[in-house]
């Protein structure tokens, strides 16, 4: 695992995690409609957007619909720029996002908060 210091990460090192590959999400409720508002945004001022692919769908239980899904595979230039996005939004829910995301690219950021013990 990579650690850096929180809103560090370099863009490098998420493009190597990623390969070539698209990052693939399923997200409901709270996290589907903070990835609508940071696809919404559409070209930003640094002349980027959110790309990938982005589906509504339900997810299903014994046939009847249970809730909402945002089914979405965001590409490596699109996942760099919503983690920006993330970070620029300054909610604990988009930053608790970006967080879930670098973990499961084995990247972990250090919030100012985090103390490490010296054992």
């Given at each position: 695992?990579?650690?850096?210091?929180?809103?560090?990460?370099?863009?490098?090192?998420?493009?190597?995690?990623?390969?070539?590959?698209?990052?693939?999400?399923?997200?409901?409720?709270?996290?589907?409609?903070?990835?609508?508002?940071?696809?919404?945004?559409?070209?930003?001022?640094?002349?980027?957007a959110v790309t990938g692919t982005f589906d509504w769908g339900t997810r299903d239980v014994g046939g009847k619909p249970?809730?909402?899904?945002?089914?979405?595979?965001?590409?490596?230039?699109?996942?760099?720029?919503?983690?920006?996005?993330?970070?620029?939004?300054?909610s604990e829910e988009a930053h608790m996002l970006r967080e879930?995301?670098?973990?499961?690219?084995?990247?972990?950021?250090?919030?100012?908060?985090?103390?490490?013990?010296?054992?």
């Amino acid at each position: 695992m990579i650690t850096v210091h929180f809103g560090t990460v370099a863009d490098d090192i998420v493009t190597q995690s990623l390969g070539s590959h698209n990052y693939p999400m399923e997200l409901v409720a709270e996290d589907a409609e903070l990835m609508r508002r940071m696809v919404n945004q559409g070209i930003d001022s640094h002349l980027e957007a959110v790309t990938g692919t982005f589906d509504w769908g339900t997810r299903d239980v014994g046939g009847k619909p249970l809730c909402s899904i945002l089914k979405c595979s965001v590409d490596p230039k699109g996942m760099i720029c919503l983690l920006r996005r993330l970070i620029e939004d300054e909610s604990e829910e988009a930053h608790m996002l970006r967080e879930d995301i670098l973990t499961t690219l084995d990247i972990e950021e250090l919030r100012h908060h985090q103390h490490h013990s010296l054992n």
